[in-house]
């Protein structure tokens, strides 16, 4: 699912790719090389944000990407960039048949009728879906079999002056911006390659739990019938646990993905608030469809304790499981990272759905 900000060198051959999660606390960054049909995890970083509190400025950005290369241990200059949820609106809605260059300009003017909301200094892309699949032996359905229908579109759209900001750190980085992707369709890209079978076949729920926010995207047989961001992270439950505890946020923090059972009736106060949102928007989708969600993955650095996903599980009543979004790499990685892969993985799900823009 190609939602890119910009994507001019798209017909570039590419070797290696470098992808990034701008994470509101942790940066994560995935190196990624063709070996003949496949493409391999060469190494990944996690590194501590620069600033968490406000907009990172482009000279701060810079220095930082410049970090994350080094860590990367790469002379790789293409780029992918993920675009947090805070800066970028994604949006499902239905457009005339019109080429995609047409589609933006009638998004930016009029962003009140189609998206709800007035966007001023905007740029935005747009992502056709493909036709529904059908039973073998029927005719498929093409987005141009009737003259008045209209296309099934997913936008996205950001500030102009974010988007020329990002461009310019990325090339002072010594860089080349290769594509912006809004992080929100980082999970579904990569789920889609790591479980083919699931993505098809069933209706599951994805839900990456992030520093500041919490999505929630259903995917019901291929196809994306609710997306949805929650303002509840991993940072709120941290806070949470840190005062019910009277202990420091590093201290919480630890617990939090631990498996300590003394700490489980005040970690589950903090958690259920988010199970409650959880399940408000799978009633939504059930009730809209009749249909029932049968499985939840979970990603994000929270997906890494088992008791955040055991107290999901009962609230939800469905089965809530961690994955990992490498599972269709050829894994590479030097000593440590080969190890620690398991434990990590599920945090990088949004830079290596990310990437799939640019393969």
């Known amino acids: 699912m190609a939602l890119p900000f910009l994507n001019g060198l798209k017909s570039k051959k590419r070797s290696q790719i470098i992808s990034v999660d701008l994470g509101s606390r942790t940066t994560k960054a995935v190196l990624l090389e063709q070996r003949g049909e496949v493409w391999a995890l060469i190494r990944y970083v996690l590194l501590d944000a620069p600033i968490f509190d406000k907009k990172i400025s482009p000279e701060l950005l810079t220095e930082h990407l410049k970090a994350v290369v080094d860590a990367l241990e790469t002379d790789a200059k293409y780029l992918t960039l993920s675009v947090g949820l805070d800066d970028a609106v994604v949006r499902q809605v239905e457009l005339p048949q019109i080429p995609i260059e047409d589609m933006r300009l009638v998004l930016k003017n009029n962003t009140k009728g189609y998206l709800q909301q007035d966007l001023p200094g905007h740029v935005f892309d747009c992502y056709i879906f493909p036709p529904?699949?059908?039973?073998?032996?029927?005719?498929?359905?093409?987005?141009?079999?009737?003259?008045?229908?209209?296309?099934?579109?997913?936008?996205?759209?950001?500030?102009?002056?974010?988007?020329?900001?990002?461009?310019?750190?990325?090339?002072?980085a010594g860089l080349v911006a290769d594509y912006m992707v809004p992080g929100l369709v980082g999970p579904i890209n990569a789920f889609e390659m790591a479980l083919p079978e699931i993505f098809a076949n069933e209706t599951v729920a994805l839900v990456d739990i992030g520093f500041k926010h919490t999505s929630i995207c259903v995917l019901d047989r291929g196809e994306l019938a609710l997306m949805r961001v929650v303002n509840i992270g991993g940072d709120k439950v941290t806070l949470g646990l840190a005062e019910a505890m009277s202990i420091s946020y590093a201290e919480a923090e630890g617990i939090k993905v631990g498996m300590a059972p003394e700490v489980q009736s005040s970690l589950e106060m903090q958690v259920l608030p988010l199970g409650r949102e959880l399940r408000a928007s799978l009633d939504f989708f059930e009730h809209q469809q009749d249909r029932p969600v049968t499985q939840v993955y979970v990603s994000g650095g929270s997906a890494r304790s088992e008791m955040i996903l055991e107290i999901l599980r009962a609230e939800l009543i469905i089965e809530c499981k961690t994955w990992s979004p490498t599972r269709f790499l050829q894994l590479a990685l030097p000593g440590q990272q080969a190890v620690e892969i398991e434990h990590i993985g599920s945090q990088l799900t949004v830079a290596v759905g990310a990437a799939l823009v640019a393969l």
Request: charged share 25%; glycine share 10%.
């Open 132 to 172: 529904k699949q059908v039973a073998p032996g029927k005719p498929a359905e093409t987005p141009k079999a009737t003259g008045g229908s209209k296309l099934k579109v997913l936008v996205t759209g950001a500030k102009q002056q974010m988007v020329a900001d990002y461009q310019l750190a990325i090339k002072e």
